[in-house]
Structure formats: C-alpha cells, structure tokens
C-alpha cells in the first residue's frame, strides 16, 4: 500500500500526502496531551470499539476505530473503507508515540514526543449540560462543543467514569467521550460506542513489533523522499 496514504492517524479519516504529513501528525498530538496522572479516575483496562460515518457532506464512508487500553498504554487501530488500516501506540505515561507504517521501503515505527508538540488549527469549547443517555446500557453525560469556523453546536455525550485520555480524541474532556463529532479537511464525522468490553489485554499487544524500525518523522520523510 501507499505509505503516504497510509499515515493518517486514529480518528482522522482523510488522505495524507508527504508535505503535509508533519502538520497532520501536530493535529492527532494535541487530542494526545493528557495522561493518567492528570486524570481523576481509575486506570482503565479493556477494549473499546468505535464506529463513525460521515455526516457533512452526507455519504457512504464508514470507518471503524479499535481501541485496546491496559493502565497508561493504549492502542488504535483504525480502519477506513477509503484508506484501510492504521495502528498507533500512545505511551501516556511518557508521553510518546509509534504510529505503525508499512511501506514499499520497509517497515517504520514513527515516534513523537507528542507532549512537546502544540497546534492551533482545531480549537474548540465544550460545556456541561443537563442532560444523559444510555450508551450501551450505562450513563453517559451531555456536553455542547463548538469548534473555530463552524457556525454549528455540536452535542456530545461521555462516560464520566473513564478517563478521556484513553479515546483517540479530546483527551482533555472531563470523561472518555463516546458519542462525538470530529471535523476534518474533508468534512464532519460522528463517532459512536458500539462496545465495551473490560478485559486484560496482554503487555506484548502495546510493543512495537519485530521487524519494524523505530525513527522521528524527519527521518521517516527523508527516507519515503529519497530517490
């Protein structure tokens, strides 16, 4: 597959070319800048699986977003029906990455220091409401969110229980989001919880795997440029 298509990261689903690559891996670092010791909840163990449709403009993309959490690591794995799949690895302890790619010049773990790195292109607010539903027969909490440049309000509901660092979105919220809404370049999609299991995923399933070679982005874009 396309390497270049390839790198787009958890709950982004547009294509990626090379140039812009970098500002796109800013963008999926600022939703990545909370950790456990920010959190006042319990760690959180188990597996959580999203879907998500495109509401703006209204069409037939679908993805799915697989999310594995054991304590401070996580893993996302994404799959697009336009760009296939995709996996990171978020150390929140340490505040690092590796986003996995396999390319036709090899395997590469990508790694940032995402607690280093800010962007100012997607900026939004979110209030408390009144407000609930059920989401898999439990409680999920209402908030408004409005994003910079959208005339709109958006409605989203979370988990209070679970702590927001562990989705792959808006980290920051005061609960693990599971019904939300993520603008991108290519228009709004809706995300839903559609399972929650609490499991013990093993240690060995948040490593980067044989094979793969671990490197910055720089180095990452030197290499896929090279003649």
């Known amino acids: 597959p396309n390497p270049i298509l390839l ?15 970098k500002n796109l891996l800013y963008s999926f670092c600022l939703f990545a800048t909370a950790h456990i010791a920010a959190q006042k909840h319990k760690p959180f163990s188990g597996e959580l699986l999203f879907s998500a449709v495109r509401v703006i403009p209204k069409d037939s993309i679908r993805e799915s977003t697989l999310i594995y959490a054991k304590d401070s690591l996580t ?18 302890g340490v505040q690092r990455s590796y986003l996995l790619l396999e390319t036709n010049k090899g395997k590469f773990a990508v790694k940032s220091d995402y607690n280093k790195l800010n962007d100012s292109s997607f900026q939004y ?7 609930s539903k059920k989401i898999l027969g439990k409680k999920a909490k209402k908030l408004i969110v409005t994003f910079q440049d959208i005339d709109k309000e958006f409605t989203f509901y979370y988990f209070k229980k679970i702590p927001a660092c562990y989705g792959s979105a808006f980290t920051s919220f005061p609960g693990l989001v599971v019904d939300y809404f993520l ?45």
């Open 7 to 21: 790198c787009r990261y958890a709950s982004f689903p547009f294509p990626v070319y090379l140039y812009p690559m």
């Open 75 to 92: 893993k996302i794995i994404t799959f697009a029906s336009n760009l296939g799949k995709q996996e990171l690895i978020k150390h929140l």
């Open 125 to 131: 607010k979110y209030k408390k409401v009144p407000g």
């Open 183 to 227: 603008p991108t370049d290519q228009g709004v999609y809706h995300y839903t919880l559609t399972e929650l299991k609490k499991t013990d995923p093993p240690l060995t399933l948040f490593m980067v795997p044989d094979g793969y070679t671990r490197l910055t982005l720089d180095a990452f874009m030197e290499i896929m440029t090279a003649p």
